[in-house]
């Protein structure tokens, strides 16, 4: 175990005395190359991920996580508009174009104006694998568009989107994609709305309900105000009227326990559009709820939360010199699942799997985002076989860039 370590130091060490100044921007450039050719396959415009044939293999053989392909590609499109206000790329705005085009398919494929989870053309060779796995949702067919799609939509889906949507209305100055998101987020508000806040799918069930997550509502609604306020300040106002006092209420309760550790992402994402856009007395009472979700998540050692944290309360050295560490840390994860078993290596509270503190960025279990996954989790599975997309480390990247964190050409 002390060799592993060893090993571990000495790596980070080389990364951060590394000769080529430019790493970490040539490092995301090439990941958001990388998703475009590896994770949006069929040109459909939303992010999966691929299975190889083997650890070491290339051959791409299956894809999987197609249920979350909602919520990913609205991270990736939050990712993409940061780097293309930051950088102006060509290459980033198209990379927004066809993020923002694969979403209004997840929304126009149900038939209904219920956002899908994602989507598959039916003669895809990978198309089988993926029904199968994702059978527990819901296999829908909308046969004339030649696809199937995913339904059981979570809330999760719909957070991950507005998020996308709302980033990329503010930082990408081009008509087309500002009027294309102004017209998905009026389609997915009248619908949710229409349907008493009840996700419901085409044959009438229900996946999940935004009713008692005021904090959700509000920030769906918010972003919908900025995108389109003829149809939704109005209604925006009364929301907020009768609502903001409970934003605090599902964020108290979540903060007991650190089980599901997702919803701490979702929570960021929803009062980051929440606060940011909010322009009257009521900011006070939402950064009340933000508050007591920092205070919680504030030593977990997460970037992108430290992000959200820069954009709503500004400069802070050391929170901004840890997000730049571990930034340069996540270069030396692997790319694939992996399996990690570090029990032994971390003392451990509570549970065997469970470390008594955040455990460095570099040994954490390999997953998809690693910023909503425990800092505290000991032991991860995996095959090896997994492609992680990498939006995790573009995402707090080009933030940083953004904010003035990271600067260009340097680490």
């Known amino acids: 175990m002390r060799l592993k370590r060893f090993v571990i130091t000495v790596c980070c060490l080389l990364n951060l005395f590394a000769g080529d100044a430019l790493a970490s921007e040539v490092d995301a450039i090439r990941i958001s190359q990388n998703i475009r050719a590896r994770h949006m396959p069929f040109s459909i415009g939303i992010v999966v991920d691929p299975v190889f044939d083997s650890p070491a293999g290339e051959q791409i053989v299956s894809y999987t996580h197609c249920g979350d392909a909602a919520i990913w590609t609205g991270h990736y499109l939050a990712a993409e508009a940061f780097r293309y206000n930051v950088t102006r790329s060509e290459e980033a705005l198209d990379n927004v174009k066809v993020a923002v085009g694969g979403i209004a ?41 030649g696809y199937y799609w ?31 998101i102004a017209q ?10 229409n349907h008493n806040w009840l996700v419901t ?48 209420m599902p ?60 954009s709503l309360n500004g400069p802070s050295e050391p929170r901004d010199s840890e ?10 994860r692997p790319r694939r699942d992996v399996p990690v078993d570090l029990r032994g290596v971390y003392p451990a509270c509570g549970a065997v799997d469970h470390a008594c503190a955040a455990i460095p960025v570099v040994d954490r279990p390999r997953t998809d985002f690693l910023w909503q996954r425990s800092p505290f989790q000991l032991v991860g599975q995996g095959s090896g076989r997994i492609e992680t997309a990498g939006i995790d480390y573009i995402l707090p990247y080009w933030m940083a860039r953004y904010y003035g964190i990271v600067e260009e050409g340097k680490k």
């Open 105 to 145: 398919t997840l929304l126009n494929i149900t038939g209904t104006n219920v956002l899908a989870r994602c989507f598959v053309p039916m003669n895809s060779p990978y198309a089988p694998a993926i029904i199968q796995e994702e059978t527990r949702n819901g296999i829908y067919a909308n046969t004339r568009a």
């Open 150 to 180: 995913v339904g059981n939509t979570s809330r999760d889906q719909y957070s991950g989107v507005f998020f996308g949507l709302s980033v990329a209305y503010d930082l990408v100055d081009s008509a087309d994609v500002r009027l294309a």
């Open 323 to 332: 997000t730049r560490q571990m930034l340069e840390d996540w270069l030396l």
């Open 184 to 193: 998905i987020v009026t389609v997915l508000l009248d619908f949710l709305r």
């Open 251 to 310: 964020i108290a309760f979540e903060v007991l326990s650190d089980d599901s550790y997702f919803k701490f992402n979702l929570d960021s994402i929803n009062l980051f559009d929440l606060i940011r856009l909010e322009q009257s007395s009521f900011g006070g009472t939402y950064r009340q709820a933000y508050d007591v979700l920092r205070r919680h998540t504030d030593d977990h050692k997460n970037a992108f939360f430290n992000m959200i944290d820069r």
């Open 201 to 248: 799918m085409p044959n009438g069930t229900v996946s999940t309900t935004f009713l008692g997550r005021a904090d959700q509502q509000l920030s769906l609604l918010q972003v919908g105000r900025r995108v389109n306020a003829g149809r939704f300040s109005t209604t925006y106002d009364l929301y907020r009227l009768f609502l903001s006092s409970l934003v605090i």
